[in-house]
Nanobody, 124 residues
Framework: QVQLVESGGGLVQAGGSLRVSCVVS????????MGWFRQAPGKEREFVAA????????DYADPVKGRFTISRDNAKNTVYLQMNSLKPEDTAVYSC?????????????????WGQGTQVTVSS
Protein backbone atom coordinates (compact mmCIF):
# COMPACT_ATOMS: atom_id res chain seq x y z
CA GLN A 1 0.00 0.00 0.00
CA VAL A 2 1.41 3.36 -1.04
CA GLN A 3 0.36 6.44 0.90
CA LEU A 4 0.91 10.04 -0.11
CA VAL A 5 0.57 12.97 2.28
CA GLU A 6 0.82 16.57 1.11
CA SER A 7 1.68 19.57 3.24
CA GLY A 8 2.73 23.17 2.90
CA GLY A 9 -0.36 24.75 1.43
CA GLY A 10 -1.72 28.03 2.70
CA LEU A 11 -2.67 31.60 1.93
CA VAL A 12 -0.23 33.84 0.08
CA GLN A 13 -0.45 37.18 -1.68
CA ALA A 14 -0.11 37.45 -5.43
CA GLY A 15 3.54 37.55 -6.41
CA GLY A 16 4.55 35.51 -3.41
CA SER A 17 6.02 32.02 -3.11
CA LEU A 18 5.02 28.76 -1.51
CA ARG A 19 6.46 25.26 -1.43
CA VAL A 20 4.27 22.22 -1.09
CA SER A 21 5.62 18.79 -0.19
CA CYS A 22 4.44 15.23 -0.62
CA VAL A 23 5.81 12.39 1.50
CA VAL A 24 5.40 8.88 0.11
CA SER A 25 5.39 5.76 2.25
CA UNK A 26 4.83 2.09 1.69
CA UNK A 27 7.03 1.22 -1.29
CA UNK A 28 10.40 2.07 -2.81
CA UNK A 29 9.94 5.75 -3.61
CA UNK A 30 12.67 5.72 -6.23
CA UNK A 31 10.61 3.32 -8.36
CA UNK A 32 7.88 5.89 -8.83
CA UNK A 33 7.37 8.76 -11.21
CA MET A 34 5.62 11.60 -9.42
CA GLY A 35 3.27 14.34 -10.44
CA TRP A 36 1.43 17.36 -9.12
CA PHE A 37 -2.10 18.20 -10.16
CA ARG A 38 -4.52 20.89 -9.08
CA GLN A 39 -8.25 21.39 -9.02
CA ALA A 40 -9.99 24.71 -8.57
CA PRO A 41 -13.66 24.97 -7.53
CA GLY A 42 -15.95 24.19 -10.44
CA LYS A 43 -13.08 23.12 -12.67
CA GLU A 44 -11.60 19.82 -13.73
CA ARG A 45 -8.36 18.54 -12.30
CA GLU A 46 -5.40 19.71 -14.35
CA PHE A 47 -1.79 18.68 -14.71
CA VAL A 48 0.80 20.96 -13.12
CA ALA A 49 4.17 19.21 -13.16
CA ALA A 50 5.77 15.77 -13.32
CA UNK A 51 9.17 14.33 -12.51
CA UNK A 52 10.84 11.07 -13.44
CA UNK A 53 11.98 8.49 -10.89
CA UNK A 54 15.56 9.75 -11.10
CA UNK A 55 14.67 13.43 -11.01
CA UNK A 56 16.54 14.05 -14.26
CA UNK A 57 13.42 14.72 -16.33
CA UNK A 58 10.55 17.07 -15.60
CA ASP A 59 7.51 18.38 -17.46
CA TYR A 60 5.38 21.41 -16.74
CA ALA A 61 2.00 22.71 -17.80
CA ASP A 62 2.25 25.88 -19.87
CA PRO A 63 0.57 28.14 -17.26
CA VAL A 64 3.26 27.36 -14.67
CA LYS A 65 6.39 27.14 -16.80
CA GLY A 66 9.09 29.44 -15.53
CA ARG A 67 7.29 29.94 -12.19
CA PHE A 68 7.01 26.44 -10.68
CA THR A 69 9.75 23.88 -10.09
CA ILE A 70 9.22 20.22 -9.24
CA SER A 71 11.97 18.31 -7.45
CA ARG A 72 12.41 15.17 -5.40
CA ASP A 73 14.60 13.86 -2.63
CA ASN A 74 14.67 10.08 -2.87
CA ALA A 75 16.45 9.81 0.46
CA LYS A 76 13.51 11.52 2.15
CA ASN A 77 10.75 9.91 0.04
CA THR A 78 9.55 13.40 -0.76
CA VAL A 79 8.57 15.35 -3.85
CA TYR A 80 8.33 19.13 -3.79
CA LEU A 81 6.63 21.82 -5.81
CA GLN A 82 8.21 25.24 -5.47
CA MET A 83 5.76 27.90 -6.62
CA ASN A 84 6.98 31.42 -7.32
CA SER A 85 5.29 34.52 -8.71
CA LEU A 86 1.94 33.10 -7.66
CA LYS A 87 -1.23 34.41 -9.26
CA PRO A 88 -4.83 34.31 -8.03
CA GLU A 89 -5.60 31.81 -10.81
CA ASP A 90 -3.18 29.38 -9.13
CA THR A 91 -5.68 28.99 -6.30
CA ALA A 92 -6.64 25.32 -6.08
CA VAL A 93 -6.26 22.11 -4.14
CA TYR A 94 -2.88 20.68 -5.07
CA SER A 95 -2.50 16.90 -5.05
CA CYS A 96 0.48 14.68 -5.66
CA UNK A 97 0.32 11.35 -7.46
CA UNK A 98 2.57 8.35 -7.95
CA UNK A 99 3.02 5.79 -10.68
CA UNK A 100 5.52 2.98 -10.98
CA UNK A 101 7.37 4.24 -14.06
CA UNK A 102 10.71 5.60 -15.21
CA UNK A 103 9.75 8.63 -17.26
CA UNK A 104 7.46 11.56 -16.60
CA UNK A 105 3.73 10.95 -16.53
CA UNK A 106 1.38 13.81 -17.35
CA UNK A 107 -2.10 12.25 -17.55
CA UNK A 108 -4.00 11.80 -14.29
CA UNK A 109 -5.57 8.51 -15.39
CA UNK A 110 -2.11 6.99 -15.63
CA UNK A 111 -1.39 7.45 -11.94
CA UNK A 112 -2.02 4.70 -9.42
CA UNK A 113 -1.86 6.52 -6.10
CA TRP A 114 -3.05 9.92 -4.93
CA GLY A 115 -2.77 12.10 -1.88
CA GLN A 116 -5.65 13.97 -0.27
CA GLY A 117 -4.44 17.36 -1.42
CA THR A 118 -3.46 20.64 0.18
CA GLN A 119 -5.21 23.97 -0.35
CA VAL A 120 -3.28 26.83 -1.93
CA THR A 121 -5.01 30.20 -1.96
CA VAL A 122 -3.51 33.24 -3.68
CA SER A 123 -5.06 36.58 -2.82
CA SER A 124 -4.99 39.54 -5.18
Amino acid sequence: QVQLVESGGGLVQAGGSLRVSCVVSGRAFRDYAMGWFRQAPGKEREFVAAISWSGRSADYADPVKGRFTISRDNAKNTVYLQMNSLKPEDTAVYSCAARRAYGTVTYPEQYDYWGQGTQVTVSS
